[in-house]
């Protein structure tokens, strides 16, 4: 079982950055891929981006490519998503999610933090 705890988040104004954060608890963190999704509010749960377990491979949302970075540290049990030249649509709750393959489905993720807000201004 994982469990993860986001942070990072805050307010920041158009064309800044941002680092999140994900720290996880338990021994097979390693075992799983990792996904950031996010949520604005009235709109589904969306992709954003995602990291095989040994961080050899990743993948993005076109909305999201070329600003957002996504790596990870095992032996810390973290994962963290560098996002650069922000717009005001990435304004919503951010999500990292653990699943045992590698793929942008929310469906396939087993765990999932609770979630931090980035709120971008114009």
């Known amino acids: 079982q994982v469990q993860m705890v986001e942070s990072g988040g805050g307010l920041v104004q158009a064309g800044g950055s941002l680092r999140l954060s994900c720290a996880a608890s338990g021994r097979t963190f390693s075992n799983y891929a990792m996904g950031w999704f996010r949520q604005a509010p009235g709109k589904e749960r969306e992709f954003v981006a995602v990291?095989?377990?040994?961080?050899?491979?990743?993948n993005y949302a076109n909305s999201v490519k070329g600003r957002f970075t996504i790596s990870r540290d095992n032996a810390k049990n973290a994962v963290y998503l560098q996002m650069n030249s922000l717009k005001p649509e990435d304004t919503a709750v951010y999500y990292c999610?653990?699943?045992?393959?590698?793929?942008?489905?929310?469906?396939?993720?087993?765990?999932w933090g609770q979630g931090t807000q980035v709120t971008v201004s114009s």
């Open positions: 990291i095989n377990w040994i961080g050899s491979s990743t």
């Open positions: 999610a653990a699943a045992r393959t590698y793929n942008s489905d929310s469906m396939a993720y087993n765990y």
